[in-house]
């Protein structure tokens, strides 16, 4: 059950916006979406409720009714979600991450400020050398282009994404079992949805978002001490997400669990929720 949409008014004067559903008086599960998304396509909703769990879907500033910050970075993030769970008074929290989201759901973990973390379809850190050597050229030219110059890869991106480009290439780059699953009847017109509204402000937030995810993260993953859960479908065909699903991530990590879903791709956040939410609550048991 979605239970209402919310803003709140940050001490930098932006504000932040968000979804929710679940329980009203639950633990917060920070949700981090994926590329170009705002608002939220709800997923769990009744596993949610009966763990306790409060999902917030985040508009990452940019993106939907959260207004932009010309300074984003992982470490403005975790700053306005500080303020976020100060408003709603959690002392604990949850976080996940997905596709694009997710090394903004890792940052939350970095700065204390979550006590686990689900990765679901996450995209990895593709500067490391580990993952580099494993992609294919035209993505190693882009993850080149962030680290090296990130203000030109964010004005090309700027200048030529919208949410219907946005939409075809995820159904470019999605395998048989995600297109089946995207361009269905009663999915496709939600993504649509949360892709308008990612774009409404235009560009310029998910190509900031582009930007931080695919160069260096300015964080250390070793350095990340709370358990995080990794999800990914082994059918899922985009290159931006993890080369070889999770394995070095996981590898990286202190407290990890990488969960591989053979027959599946990158919709597992709805196919898999609540074996997702069970086990991220599960974790701190």
């Known amino acids: 059950m979605k239970l209402q949409d919310g803003t709140l008014k940050l001490s930098s004067g932006r504000v932040l916006a968000w979804s929710e559903w679940g329980a009203a008086d639950g633990r917060p599960v920070i949700l981090c979406q994926g590329a170009g998304m705002a608002s939220a396509i709800p997923f769990g909703e009744q596993a949610a409720a009966d763990l306790g769990l409060r999902i917030l879907s985040v508009d990452r500033p940019g993106l939907g009714n959260s207004e932009a910050d010309p300074e984003k970075s992982f470490e403005s993030w975790a700053a306005d979600i500080k303020e976020l769970l100060d408003f709603v008074k959690a002392d604990q929290a949850f976080a996940i991450g997905f596709s694009q989201g997710a090394p903004f759901a890792l940052a939350l973990a970095d700065a204390g400020l979550v006590d686990g973390v689900a990765v679901v379809s996450g ?3 593709l500067a490391s050398p580990e993952l580099f050597a494993m992609l294919p050229n035209e993505l190693k030219g882009m993850v080149s282009l962030a680290c090296d110059d990130p203000d030109r890869l964010e004005a090309d991106i700027a200048g030529m994404a919208t949410a219907d480009w946005l939409w075809q290439m995820i159904e470019g780059m999605s395998g048989p079992e ?9 999915f496709a017109p939600l993504y649509r949805d949360v892709l308008a509204a990612g774009f409404s402000q235009g560009a310029a937030g998910y190509a900031r978002d582009t930007g931080l995810a695919m160069g260096r993260w300015s964080f250390n993953v070793e350095n990340i001490k709370q358990d ?3 999800w990914y479908g082994l059918k899922d065909t985009s290159p931006v997400h993890s080369p ?19 027959e599946e791709g990158s919709a597992i956040l709805w196919t898999q929720a609540d074996a997702i939410l069970r086990r991220l609550a599960e974790s701190q048991r």
Do not use: H, I, M, P
């Open 178 to 186: 995600d297109s089946a699953f995207y361009a269905s009847a009663s």
């Open 228 to 230: 995080v859960q990794l």
């Open 123 to 125: 995209q990895d850190e």
């Open 244 to 262: 070889d699903f999770g394995a070095t991530l996981a590898k990286r990590l202190n407290r990890s669990e990488l969960n591989q879903v053979a």
